[in-house]
């Protein structure tokens, strides 16, 4: 579970179920994806044409003036509470205020990261304690 602050008002995200999670993961994958595939035809483009940079520019500004609308979308899907109060959040709250719940939302939709965070903290304490020191070798020789 996640406190986050939207609009001046604190919501609890908590981790959704199986199914739901997945089918929201799949569409944050497809909507990346087709924006890495609108980037990767714009691969040929000769910067020294201004027709060519122009249409990147508009590619690629059109993406990056939908992105915010994309992720709070991503959150109120994540989030009954959230989207229950839809309105009034897309009233107040900012875009760091969205931005920083769908991290805390993307963390529970993707718990790797943050397991693989747990996993190495004790293999480091696995390895220390198998360390010379740890056996009681100083590394000297009397």
């Given at each position: 579970m996640a406190k986050v602050?939207?609009?001046?008002?604190?919501?609890?995200l908590k981790?959704?179920?199986?199914r739901p999670a997945r089918e929201l993961r799949e569409k944050i994958a497809?909507?990346?994806?087709?924006?890495?595939?609108?980037?990767?035809?714009?691969?040929?483009?000769?910067?020294?044409k201004m027709e060519e940079v122009g249409e990147l520019i508009s590619s690629l500004g059109m993406t990056a003036a939908n992105s915010m609308d994309?992720?709070?979308?991503?959150?109120?899907?994540?989030?009954?509470?959230?989207?229950?109060?839809k309105n009034r959040i897309e009233e107040t709250a900012t875009d760091e205020e969205v931005l920083k719940a769908f991290w805390e939302?993307?963390?529970?939709?993707?718990p790797f990261g943050s397991m693989m965070?747990?996993?190495?903290?004790?293999?480091?304490?696995?390895i220390s304690m198998s360390s010379r020191l740890a056996n009681g070798d100083t590394g000297r020789t009397n």
């Open positions: 602050m939207l609009g001046g008002v604190e919501y609890e981790p959704i179920p199986l497809g909507q990346v994806e087709g924006f890495a595939r609108s980037i990767s035809t714009l691969e040929g483009v000769e910067i020294n994309m992720i709070a979308d991503w959150l109120f899907e994540f989030s009954a509470e959230l989207r229950a109060d939302a993307l963390k529970m939709l993707y965070g747990s996993l190495s903290g004790l293999a480091g304490k696995a």
